[in-house]
T-cell receptor, first 117, second 109 residues
Framework: DTAVSQTPKYLVTQMGNDKSIKCEQN?????MYWYKQDSKKFLKIMFSYNNKELIINETVPNRFSPKSPDKAHLNLHINSLELGDSAVYFCASSQGAIGGYGANVLTFGAGSRLTVL | KNEVEQSPQNLTAQEGEFITINCSYSVGISALHWLQQHPGGGIVSLFM???GKKKHGRLIATINIQEKHSSLHITASHPRDSAVYIC???????????FGTGTRLTIIP
């Protein structure tokens, strides 16, 4: 059983389109994250939700909007896609804050490769 | 300058060699993670540590908080250890992780 699953795995789209990436975890974790990995393989946090509440919102364009309908799901919607949005997007989850008391390694999804043409 | 620096950037070694990957950071942290990204892209969390040393199989991670430095060691390296190893730190009470740029390890049979 996949612990953190993302869909789609690959997404190719035109500039200006709107697209969504979905993430689900079946680990019972209460915290979920979206990370972006650029072409240089550098990972950077975008958003984090704890029990459906946004707790991290890095300097990400407003075109990116996370949605957490419940603590097992964290979806990422991107409006008006731009060439620079091309990257691999990783969803991850943890129980409790990462590095906090009693916590907690991250479990990553397999990644979603977004290519904007 | 990135807050988290890893060295070397690339490392090629023969099977069986002892491997050391280093991570230095410039700020006070509450925890440090070592991650492994496989050639296929998947990321696995290897260790989370805030002091001392942890061991899992052939992997050992150490951290020196005073020196702001961590090392990841692999004993008896094997071609399947070939991957990118990423160091990430949690700063204080901040929830986010700041990542290093990764070390690409290639183990030759």
């Amino acid at each position: 059983d996949t612990a953190v699953s993302q869909t789609p795995k690959y997404l190719v789209t035109q500039m200006g389109n709107d697209k969504s990436i979905k993430c689900e975890q079946n680990l019972g974790h209460d915290t979920m994250y979206w990370y972006k990995q650029d072409s240089k393989k550098f990972l950077k946090i975008m958003f984090s939700y704890n029990n459906k509440e946004l707790i991290i919102n890095e300097t990400v364009p407003n075109r990116f909007s996370p949605k957490s309908p419940d603590k097992a799901h964290l979806n990422l919607h991107i409006n008006s896609l731009e060439l620079g949005d091309s990257a691999v997007y990783f969803c991850a989850s943890s129980q409790g804050a990462i590095g906090g008391y009693g916590a907690n390694v991250l479990t990553f999804g397999a990644g979603s490769r977004l290519t904007v043409l | 300058k990135n807050e988290v620096e890893q060295s070397p950037q690339n490392l090629t070694a023969q099977e069986g060699e002892f491997i050391t990957i280093n991570c230095s950071y410039s700020v006070g942290i509450s925890a440090l993670h070592w991650l492994q990204q496989h050639p296929g892209g998947g990321i696995v969390s290897l260790f989370m540590l805030s002091s001392g040393k942890k061991k899992h199989g052939r992997l050992i991670a150490t951290i020196n908080i005073q020196e702001k430095h961590s090392s990841l060691h692999i004993t008896a390296s094997h071609p399947r250890d070939s991957a990118v190893y990423i160091c990430a730190v949690r700063v204080g009470g901040n929830e986010k992780l700041t990542f290093g740029t990764g070390t690409r390890l290639t183990i030759i049979p």
